[in-house]
């Protein structure tokens, strides 16, 4: 590359069009080991040729509407792949951590768990940036080495005049995955997490200060006395000759406003297969069956006689 002097920043021609979106699933335990990705592409149907290219074992998958985004459809059969690396048995079942995203929490989902020995746990909402181990120590390398093997490819003379398609795409991600996912990495997410070693004191509380302001009663709770203080995350009593004074005591940060009445249910961290969230999702599935059933039934037409008949 030829550039002046002094410049930091040299731009580049490359031959790349506006990019397309393609979710690549990991799957990892807390030995450094890993499954083979599951990955979504936007397209109603696959090439055979795209598992090939791909690390050995992967999955690769469309959906009808071609979005590139994960789907109940696309989890459940994520969940095959999966069922199939980790084998779950009765004797020896498997815990698997995962966030609260939609497509994860469906009746067909959590029928296939418990039937194949597989333990749902959610992550608490809005906290997968501190507890999923994918996201402290996987994903971010994974990205980097994903550009890279992109600007390689861009920038290779042979290249020249050639448009990046998503048919380059598992080609990349073949590049890029081993250099991600491996043990060093996958452990250290386990431990910067306190999941495995467990670490209850691994997070520290300011980490938790910046929902402090939209973290607001909901309308029930507003009409109630004031709240007390929640207890802290944390087991440590500081030592009273040592003990520190937040800012916090000295100017008290900015709090929103109470929330409006909202329909929206409260998430929490919970076991998915556990017979009384299955009860919910099998109540609402019924709930939706009953007004689509109402909504499909011919209404009636009513004839009103004439105020005034012909002579």
Not at 25 to 49: D, E, H, K, S
Not at 77 to 99: I, Q, W
């Amino acid at each position: 590359m030829i550039a002046e002097k002094g410049v930091k920043r040299v731009g580049t021609a490359v031959s790349q069009e506006k990019g397309c979106l393609v979710t690549v699933c990991g799957t990892i335990n807390a030995m450094g080991g890993f499954i083979p990705p599951f990955c979504i592409f936007p397209r109603v149907n696959t090439q055979p040729l795209w598992e090939e290219v791909l690390p050995i074992g992967s999955k690769a998958e469309g959906h009808a509407k071609a979005s590139g985004w994960m789907t109940g459809d696309n989890f459940l059969n994520y969940l095959k792949h999966f069922h199939k690396y980790a084998r779950p048995s009765k004797e020896l079942p498997v815990l698997l951590l995962l966030d609260n995203h939609a497509s994860h929490v469906s009746l067909a989902v959590i029928n296939y768990c418990k039937e194949n020995d597989i333990v749902l746990l959610s992550f608490p909402p809005h906290c997968s940036h501190e507890l999923q181990p994918l996201d402290q120590t996987v994903y971010g390398p994974l990205k980097t080495f994903f550009n890279a093997a992109a600007d390689k490819w861009m920038r290779n003379p042979s290249n020249a005049g050639k448009v990046m398609t998503i048919h380059n795409i598992p080609i990349l991600i073949a590049e890029a995955f081993p250099k991600a996912f491996t043990p060093t990495n996958i452990i250290a997410g386990f431990e910067s997490t306190g999941i495995q070693p467990l670490n209850r004191e691994r997070i520290p509380e300011h980490r938790y200060l910046p929902s402090y302001v939209s973290d607001r009663p909901e309308p029930a709770e507003s009409a109630m006395e004031p709240q007390q203080p929640e207890p802290s995350c944390s087991t440590h009593t500081p030592d009273e000759s040592t003990a520190i004074i937040s800012p916090h005591v000295i100017r008290p940060f900015a709090k929103a406003a109470p929330r409006s009445k909202t329909s929206k249910k409260k998430v929490t961290s919970q076991v998915l297969t556990l017979t009384p969230v299955k009860r919910l999702l099998e109540e609402s599935a019924a709930a939706k069956s009953k007004n689509k059933a109402e909504k499909s039934q011919p209404r009636c037409k009513i004839n009103f006689p004439c105020q005034y008949p012909a002579p």
